[in-house]
């Protein structure tokens, strides 16, 4: 730019200079209003600054509210709740306790079908999940199902917790037992390959293992995870 240029260009103000660095503006996106947004930006700086002193950020009457959208999660998860209830614990998610972040990432952050299926899973977790529990350490004593069987039919003919059964996909592999990571690795790559598309929900069961639903293919991952972190990385590029 020349002298001329440079001279022509209107001075920024104090206020706007201020107003940049507090990310006011940031905050106004985020659904804040006037003083509020002032505000929320003043304390994204202050914990920034006190990052280490420990304090509770949490604020209970932005709890509260957001708490009482979540209520009624299913209008959450079709996008007709305010546009604050996405924005806000995004850009300010030390404000929010995680219990509430954690439901609004299920009810949001991966389409309808999975709010929808987990929302179904949570009703059916509070009205049988005592009973589930009780009949699934029967099994393993007994190895007789027929009562967690029953649960599951008593819970799919509920209209109250139950709206359907959720598209899914089981994956089928050899059995553990052997424990070499290497295969294990293999697997689960060659499992992404094949569902990576896939918007039905994942299920592995393995050959040597009565079990399936929930709790093995979250073990899979968590073995599968485990490995990850072990795996000699000398060529691999998988940290790089």
Known sequence: ?????????????????????TGVQAAGEAGAEGESATLLALLRKLRRLLSSAGAGWENSQLNQKLAHQLAQPLLTAGGVAP???????????FLFERRLREQ???????????????????SVEARF?????????RLARTGNDA????????AASDESVFVGAGRSEMAR??????????????LAERVVELTYRSRAVLEVVFDDETGFGDGVTQSFYTDVASELCTVDCQGSGLWA
Do not use: K, N
């Open 129 to 137: 999940g005592d009973r589930l529990r009780l009949a699934r350490e």
């Open 1 to 21: 730019l020349d002298r001329d240029a440079q001279a022509e260009a209107p001075p920024v103000s104090c206020w706007e200079l201020r107003r940049a660095r």
């Open 147 to 154: 009562e967690l069987w029953e649960i599951h039919e008593q």
């Open 104 to 122: 609004l990432l299920h009810c949001v952050g991966f389409g309808t079908s999975h709010a929808v299926l987990w929302l179904q899973r949570q």
């Open 83 to 93: 546009s604050w209830v996405e924005a806000m614990p995004l850009a300010y998610p």
């Open 173 to 186: 592999l050899p059995g553990r037992s052997g424990g070499d990571c290497g295969d294990l690795l293999g």
